[in-house]
């Protein structure tokens, strides 16, 4: 900008904000009237000097939104578009600063340089409010300075930050409003389609705001655009978003916008003394509170994991019944007690392996059937504000704890969901420990072994402990980061509150079934092809003829055998257990034994952990395969009769405690070497979580076994 030319100032702001006092203190005598052409609204228009800058300042006419449903809404919008001022000035009332900052989210939309002037400060500071104006001004991104119009108080202040944010418009980045996976991503798909068809539009306004105002039905906005091509799309997004959030688009971003304001408000505004709450506030006043915030949301967790049991383990019985008969229907097709290849694939390498994945869907969908509620009634987003407290004394905040709320689900997208962290530190850091947080694919283990060791009172406690473990082994990851490897500031950020809503069944019912049909499709490619791949590995090379071993003790077994078939049963296992031995996967395992025996484990467990690193389910059918007799009807309750005769219930804690942290599935490193361009941090990523997992797990285990805990 050339240091003679005169900056142009645009005055917004809610009526009754005071921004004609300020408009006066800021011109004096140096202004006039004129009507903005074609209409009969009135402009004000002065002069002002800052050092040696000459200003004018245009006085536009008080409205509560750039909605532009009254005239005065839309002259003030089209002047800011069309006549592009150097800065927009946004005069808020400070005593009633929620509803007064809603027109502020939209100039942000809108992408102008922006200062706002939190006026009636003192009127504000009488009625107990508090702000903090340096921690506000981080969260919206924008320049804030307090006055006091009538007294004449913090105008020059005001008119220097209007002239520098003006000067230095190229360096403005104010923080973007988001309206949830589902609207924003309508919103790309509407302003990629803009951009190809009118980019003439996009010279004049921000691509962002103008799908965003297509979403919003601005008839404004759809008789400009003028291309039925983007008007049909804009129509059938609308559609969609009616179905999947139960409301028109319109009202549920009003709502994320009042969300995206509560979040800074609640940040940075404290009041001394009581005031009026609308409903949502008086919620919060007890689910957000100091005290009571994070045990209500460890009480919640709780009961999600008793739901997810409780209710699943009806549906797990009738799938463990459909695959035990499936199995004995293709196993029928060759004669009783035939050895075939063929037969052995299908009955334990495909039906056992996918089945005994598959056996635990109803816990997963129960579960995401549970976060979806949490996330659309709005109560996941408190949690994340509720565990901003916390991230920000390890150097992050309650946006980075978002992402681990996804990897609940899965770590794969909740790494991919970092990209909406501004700091390459902070993204860094919540991608590595990600994987430390209790994924969907975990969830089989854990359903295998604590109905196998723990008595029913405590199957939710011991997966709720399990998943507090996780997440405080994150935070203490992150914090370990932050002053190691990623030392430096963490980036301020809005904590959106949407208010709270009735989710709509059909929203519920979609997330569940998106993230329930992952865990199903990876069960029909990737875990089937490891299942088959596992089977091969246990069952070839094959042994002919049992060493001296074997049959020796197979001898003694038949001396003091209690009744006819059990010299048989036994010398089967036998059998089994010597070709396992003898395969692939048994050689390996024996390899790596004498570092398993320090965490408990034998080399059966290692060779289903070796499989698991295609995916954490896999460990199930994995299990499944070694402990196999070859008979169709091998279900996980058979498998867990199997793990109860083998292992401690110190040993199978430690089984759920090295599957927790150790060795992330390849999936995850894929995808962490994607969004960090970097196959060291990958690599970093499973060498350090698997290490990590072989100490605790390792040190778990002689502690418990010194005391005696779990060990009989």
């Known amino acids: 900008m050339n240091n003679h030319s005169t900056i142009t100032i645009a005055l917004t702001g809610n009526p009754n904000s005071g921004k004609t006092t300020i408009f006066n203190n800021l011109t004096g005598q140096h202004q006039h009237v004129g009507n903005y052409p ?28 750039l909605t532009a449903h009254t005239l005065d809404e839309r002259v003030a919008r089209d002047f800011i578009i069309e006549r592009q001022p150097d800065v927009v000035v946004d005069i808020v009332d400070a005593s009633n600063i929620e509803r007064n900052l809603y027109l502020t989210t939209q100039l942000i939309e809108l992408g102008v340089p922006l200062v706002v002037a939190l006026n009636m400060s003192d009127v504000a500071r009488a009625t107990g409010i508090e702000f903090d104006l340096e921690k506000l001004s981080q969260l919206l991104g924008v320049p804030i300075v307090p006055t006091v119009a009538h007294k004449n108080q913090g105008t020059q202040e005001l008119l220097a930050a209007a002239v520098t944010t003006a000067e230095k418009r190229d360096s403005y980045h104010p923080v973007p409003v988001h309206y949830g996976p589902e609207i924003d991503s309508e919103i790309e798909k509407i302003e990629t389609l803009v951009r190809q068809t009118r980019p003439d539009l996009v010279e004049q306004a921000p691509g962002r705001w103008l799908a965003t105002r297509l979403l919003e039905n601005d008839q404004d906005v759809r008789q400009k655009v003028e291309a039925d091509g983007i008007l049909s799309a804009v129509d059938e997004s609308t559609t969609h978003l009616e179905r999947m959030l139960g409301d028109h688009p319109e009202i549920v971003m009003a709502d994320r916008r009042y969300g995206f304001i509560s979040g800074a408000c609640q940040e940075s505004i404290r009041s001394t003394i009581e005031w009026r709450h609308n409903l949502s506030d008086q919620i919060d006043a007890i689910l957000t509170h100091r005290v009571l915030g994070l045990p209500i949301f460890l009480v919640l967790m ?19 019944l459909g695959a035990s008969w499936l199995g004995g229907l293709v196993s029928g097709w060759w004669p009783a007690g035939a050895e075939n290849p063929l037969k052995s694939l299908l009955v334990d390498g495909i039906i056992g392996g996918v089945g005994g994945v598959i056996v635990f869907l109803p816990n997963i969908l129960l579960l995401f059937l549970a976060i979806a509620v949490l996330e659309d009634t709005g109560y996941m987003a408190r949690g994340a504000f509720i565990m901003d407290r916390l991230m920000h004394r390890i150097g992050l905040h309650g946006k980075s704890f978002v992402p681990m709320l996804i990897g609940f689900g899965c ?20 991608m590595l420990v990600i994987p430390l947080i209790s994924c969907g694919a975990r969830l089989p283990i854990y359903a295998l072994i604590i109905p196998a060791f723990f008595p029913s009172r405590w199957h939710g406690p011991m ?17 370990l980061l932050r002053v190691t490897l990623f030392r430096g500031p963490s980036t301020p950020f809005v904590m959106e509150l949407p208010p709270y809503r009735m989710p709509p069944l059909r929203s519920v019912l979609t997330h569940m079934w998106q993230r329930g049909w992952l865990y199903v499709r990876k069960a029909g490619t990737i875990i089937l092809a490891v299942s088959i791949v596992m089977w091969f590995i246990t069952s070839y090379p094959k042994k002919y003829g049992p060493d001296s071993h074997y049959a020796a003790a197979e001898r003694h077994r038949e001396q003091t055998a209690t009744s006819p078939a059990q010299p048989t049963a036994r010398a089967e296992q036998s059998r089994q257990g010597e070709q396992l031995a003898y395969s692939v996967a048994g050689r390996v395992g024996h390899a790596i034994e004498p570092a398993l025996k320090l965490m408990g484990f034998d080399w059966r467990i290692g060779t289903a952990l070796i499989g698991a690193f295609a995916a954490k389910e896999v460990f199930v059918a994995q299990m499944g395969i070694v402990y196999s007799l070859g008979d169709a009807d091998q279900t996980s309750a058979a498998l867990r009769d199997k793990l109860q005769a083998n292992y401690s219930p110190l040993t199978a804690f430690c089984i759920m405690l090295f599957c927790l942290i150790g060795a992330p599935c390849m999936a995850t490193v894929a995808v962490t070497r994607s969004e960090s361009d970097s196959w060291g941090w990958a690599l970093l990523q499973w060498g350090g979580l698997t290490l990590l997992a072989f100490v605790v797990t390792t040190m778990v285990y002689q502690v418990g076994r010194l005391v005696g805990i779990g060990v009989g």
């Open 302 to 320: 709780y009961g999600v994991f008793e739901f997810t049991f409780t209710l699943g383990d009806p549906p797990m019985r009738w799938i463990e």
């Open 38 to 65: 074609g209409v009969t609204v009135e402009l004000k228009e002065g002069r002002a000097r800052c050092d040696a800058r000459d200003v004018r300042v245009v006085d536009l006419p008080g409205t509560y939104s």
């Open 463 to 479: 997966l709720w402990i399990i998943y507090v473990i996780g997440i405080a082994m994150a935070i203490g990851g992150a914090r």
């Open 411 to 430: 770590s794969v997208p909740a790494i991919m969901a970092t990209r909406t962290l501004e700091s390459r530190r902070d993204r860094l850091t919540t």
